[in-house]
């Protein structure tokens, strides 16, 4: 069993299925198989500016963050870390979330669930509560580097207790589509994705599984290493 930088848990959508089929190659990857993907065809965007604006999600995968990358702690393991995952989702439930929307988040555009998800916040609070144990906790150099964009008091709080600041009731979930855009780039960006999501926006969004990514480092992209279904 390879061993990983760092380990995360996030939501990707199925194989074969169009949420994935999309995702993925918007950002020109399989994470399950490692497998380059020819960018879309979108009216108004050619694949090389595609490519330029999705070089940070494109390392993480088409995903929704629920426990954010942390390395492991030493005498943890890889497999003790899947058996704990594993043993939590058996007690977990499915989450239905509405449909998704594509959303200006700052500045750069997600897909984020129409309806209230407190059920999501909960799948997510838990997972990061019960790994936490295997979780190396942040250095200074690390935290200072979130305390650059600015944290709340109850962010750095969280930052210091759990090494991520936006957990718990500052957790909001979102599939990442694009980097950092200026505003009149993030407009027409948004107006040349919305006709190419809005057959996947149609449909209700439910999660039945999770996924564990690994970071193998230096860069590379991050690998979807096992699924784990809820209940």
């Known amino acids: 069993m390879t061993d990983y930088q760092r380990y995360a848990v996030y939501y990707a959508p199925k194989a074969d299925s169009d949420l994935a089929d999309f995702g993925n190659a918007w950002l020109g990857r399989d994470p399950a198989t490692g497998r380059e993907i020819a960018r879309p065809d979108v009216a108004g965007l050619d694949r090389d500016e595609i490519a330029s604006i999705t070089v940070s999600p494109s390392r993480y995968g088409f995903h929704g963050t629920l426990k954010p990358p942390f390395a492991l702690k030493d005498g943890q393991t890889r497999a003790q870390l899947e058996s704990a ?24 555009i997600a897909l984020v669930p129409t309806e209230p998800v407190g059920g999501l916040g909960d799948l997510a609070s838990g997972l990061v509560k019960v790994l936490d144990g295997f979780r190396q906790p942040e250095d200074e150099a690390a935290m200072n580097k979130r305390r650059a964009s600015g944290l709340s008091d109850r962010q750095e709080e969280y930052l210091v207790r759990w090494g991520y600041p ?10 990442t589509l694009t980097g950092k855009l200026d505003p009149d780039r993030m407009m027409r960006v948004r107006d040349a994705v919305a006709p190419i999501v ?34």
């Open 85 to 108: 995952i594993a043993d939590y989702c058996a007690g977990a439930s499915p989450v239905a979330c509405g449909s998704l929307i594509l959303k200006a988040i700052g500045s750069f």
């Open 166 to 175: 936006y957990v718990m009731e500052e957790f909001r979930f979102h599939l």
């Open 198 to 231: 809005a057959p996947l926006c149609e449909a209700p969004f439910t999660i039945s599984d999770v996924c564990l990514f690994g970071d193998p480092g230096d860069g590379k992209p991050f690998d979807l290493l096992r699924r784990f279904a809820l209940g």
